[in-house]
């Protein structure tokens, strides 16, 4: 109530020279007017009239602190809207620069892929060997198993070895199979996108994030 107080205080200062009038609804509904502060304005909408009683001018009740926080979200999100983008602008002219046609696409796509295939087999290799060096782990420990289910703590120590070796190869070899796949998805996200400013149908704002990773990562 104060702040609003303070701000009618300063209107109502600059007006009174010219000797205007000022007028609200009160809560109750009630019209007020006053050549001087009224408090029962304070925090409501006014009218600011001459001598012949004409309105000069609207003033705005001050803004509560849910509506200052409205305002605060909204030029935020607009701000990370710009951002966003400005953000595309420069992906789109990234690509743009870095194919000139589908077929460059392609062949980057053929390359990226290729290194992964290598990786991938390099990767099967390791399971095979890791699952190989297992099972013979477990032939070797089949004569302590046929005396006494307990393994020693030096060969259940080995066995243990082997078998981490050969989660951690599946691991490997998921997750390099998951991002030859998602490279694939990139490079359609960034197929779609070339096309789409070729023939000038790409919307402003238009995301085309995996075409921006790929555009990027290539």
Not at 82 to 108: G, N, T
């Amino acid at each position: 109530m104060r702040s609003g107080w303070v701000f009618l205080c300063l209107l109502i200062a600059h007006g009174a020279a010219q000797a205007q009038i000022f007028s609200c609804k009160d809560a109750s509904g009630r019209m007020i007017t006053s050549d001087r502060p009224m408090p029962e304005c304070a925090n409501r909408p006014m009218r600011e009239l001459n001598k012949s009683g004409i309105v000069v001018r609207e003033i705005q009740a001050p803004l509560t602190p849910e509506q200052k926080r409205e305002l605060q979200l909204l030029a935020e999100r607009r701000k990370a809207e710009e951002a966003a983008l400005e953000a595309q602008r420069k992906s789109d002219l990234l690509l743009r620069s870095r194919y000139h046609s589908e077929s460059d696409i392609d062949h980057a796509r053929k390359r990226a892929l290729g290194v992964l295939e290598e990786q991938a087999k390099n990767d099967a290799a390791m399971l095979a060997a890791a699952e190989k060096n297992l099972k013979s782990v477990n032939v070797d420990l089949e004569v302590y198993r046929k005396k006494n289910p307990v393994l020693p703590p030096v060969a259940q120590r080995r066995l243990d070895e082997a078998n981490e070796a050969v989660v951690k190869a599946q691991k490997a070899k998921s997750e390099r199979e998951a991002e030859m796949q998602l490279t694939n998805v990139k490079f359609d996200e960034t197929l779609k996108r070339y096309r789409e400013l070729v023939s000038g149908t790409s919307a402003p704002g238009h995301a085309a994030i995996g075409g921006k990773a790929a555009a990027s990562s290539n």
